[in-house]
């Protein structure tokens, strides 16, 4: 059993004595910062589908911002107006947006899905450790005894706040330490040493003192980076997030070897009050939007100033995105997939996937169908900027991982990948609308194969193949007898590219 413990801000469990992989590269200098979105973030309000803007108007009119207040990215995408910071990432080619993320089978509790979402599991299995908890325990099953040590003198992760992040956590510890204020670390007092019962509670008293020593020495750490680092640029002032990001580049700049650091913003749990009646450009998701927007742009400059950027990257994440409908209460309820953005020099810059597409009615709670697995998203940043091997990702995560070029190409087999993912997938459904059947005709260059059926809810409702076939052109027949009419998408995944589609049943 894991038992947790705040003392000063830091959350400290016993560890096991497990590993699932053995080479995990603590060696590299680079650095992982995670932005949670808390609430679920409504990803057509912060990227909206010019294309689809028409229909959006059908789904949502009382809180869409209006069409010549976007900031134009491309012709047929742009981002929310208060997200000007962003924006200039962007066209400096240092943001790289994916696409509707989500998963299979979605889930629409706060709870579950931020579990789903923080441990990497699937939407049908409870798993109790974090996707990078996982990845640390691979190669530190004996933490914390013997840690801080000279090897590995800093903490592993830190989370920014009062509550460490289910992320970094092992099967009976937290690889992170919670932090507010790096200048304020009082030492612990780790009470009169002597000899311990041979019992279960002296099991724990025992962990208890390692844990209590090993906080005063990574406060000493935290403390010194602090003091030897520095700030750059001007965060905006109220900005609570901005304050986490401020202290992270300081930490960073100050020689603090941390590999992660997880920050977080709430509030986009938007059910009401999204936007103010009658003004769509003010309202709680416009402030929400502006405050991310411009701590990750004061943050970004701040490393650009001291020239760390080259080593840092940033993702958001969000439990779930909105529904397509707005609601009565000039808001949005809990829906499927949502964009997700990485940002940093080092991102393969643009946009990957296509824009979700909107039907001209939209069903009651329909979401927004999923094009990416976030878990493809998340082993894709470990094989690129962790370097962990392609079968290790598969025991991590999921065994059907399929690589994304997210960040820059560091290699030719890596480059190879990235031109192969830009290859347009030729895929069609005829007839559509269909009634009771429908055929889905694609060609493959001989790879593997995935052609799944998802409803206007998120859920995988049928898979039609999944197999390695031959190359060529092939006819998967989809058999719709006793599915009411409405909305479904289709989902063909080919080695790594992927296309969503809506058909319709009438």
């Known amino acids: 059993m894991s038992l947790p413990i705040l003392l000063n801000g830091f959350r400290l469990s016993a560890m096991p004595r497990r590993s699932l992989f053995s080479n995990l590269n603590m060696e590299n200098d680079r650095v992982l910062v995670i932005i949670q979105l808390n609430g679920g973030n409504d990803g057509l309000n912060m990227l909206i589908p010019l294309d689809q803007y028409d229909h959006l108007a059908n789904a949502r009119l009382n809180i869409l911002i209006p069409e010549v207040e976007i900031l134009g990215m491309t012709d047929t995408l742009g981002f929310h107006p208060q997200m000007g910071g962003v924006l200039d990432l962007y066209n400096n080619s240092k943001l790289n947006i994916i696409q509707s993320v989500g998963y299979p089978e979605q889930n629409r509790s706060h709870f579950r899905s931020t579990d789903i979402w923080t441990s990497g599991s699937p939407a049908d299995e409870s798993w109790t450790t974090g996707w990078l908890g996982r990845y640390f325990e691979s190669n530190h099953a004996a933490f914390p005894d013997g840690y801080p040590s000279e090897e590995y003198p800093h903490p592993f ?16 510890a937290n690889f992170s330490m919670t932090l507010n204020d790096p200048f304020s670390l009082e030492p612990l007092t780790q009470g009169e040493p002597g000899e311990v019962p041979d019992t279960p509670y002296g099991e724990e008293l025992e962990f208890l003192r390692t844990t209590i020593a090993q906080s005063n020495a990574y406060a000493d750490s935290i403390t010194e980076a602090a003091e030897m680092g520095a700030n750059m640029a001007a965060y905006p002032e109220g900005n609570r997030l901005g304050e986490q990001l401020k202290n992270v580049a300081l930490l960073i700049s100050g020689g603090l070897q941390t590999k992660v650091y997880v920050v977080s913003i709430g509030g986009f749990d938007t059910h009401a009050n999204q936007i103010e009646a009658g003004k769509p450009l003010v309202g709680e998701h416009s402030t929400l939007l502006q405050n991310l927007s411009e701590a990750i742009a ?31 209460s000039f808001g949005t309820d809990h829906g499927s997939a949502a964009p997700l953005m990485v940002f940093g020099p080092c991102v393969n810059p643009g946009v990957l996937g296509d824009n979700p597409e909107i039907p001209d009615q939209v069903e009651q709670q329909a979401g927004v169908p999923m094009q990416f697995d976030f878990r493809d998203v998340y082993g894709s940043v470990l094989m690129d900027w962790f370097e962990v091997e392609e079968e290790q990702i598969r025991n991590l995560l999921h065994a059907e991982f399929q690589y994304l070029p997210v960040l820059q190409p560091c290699s030719a087999v890596n480059a190879q990948e990235a031109q192969d993912f830009e290859k347009e997938i030729e895929v069609n459904c005829f007839p559509n609308p269909f009634r009771n059947w429908a055929n889905i005709r694609f060609r493959s260059d001989g790879e593997w194969v995935k052609l799944s059926i998802f409803n206007s809810l998120g859920n995988e409702i049928r898979v039609l193949t999944n197999q390695r076939l031959p190359a060529g052109q092939h006819e998967v027949k989809f058999d719709a007898h006793g599915l009411p009419a409405g909305n479904y998408y289709f989902r063909l995944q080919l080695d790594g590219r992927q296309k969503t589609k809506r058909i319709l049943k009438m």
């Open 298 to 328: 004061a943050f970004q400059a701040d490393l650009q100033a001291q020239r760390l950027e080259q080593r840092v990257i940033g993702m958001t994440f969000s439990e779930f995105g909105r529904q397509i409908r707005s609601n009565d």
């Open 157 to 172: 992760a830190i989370t920014m706040g009062s509550i460490v992040s289910e992320t970094c956590q092992g099967t009976a």
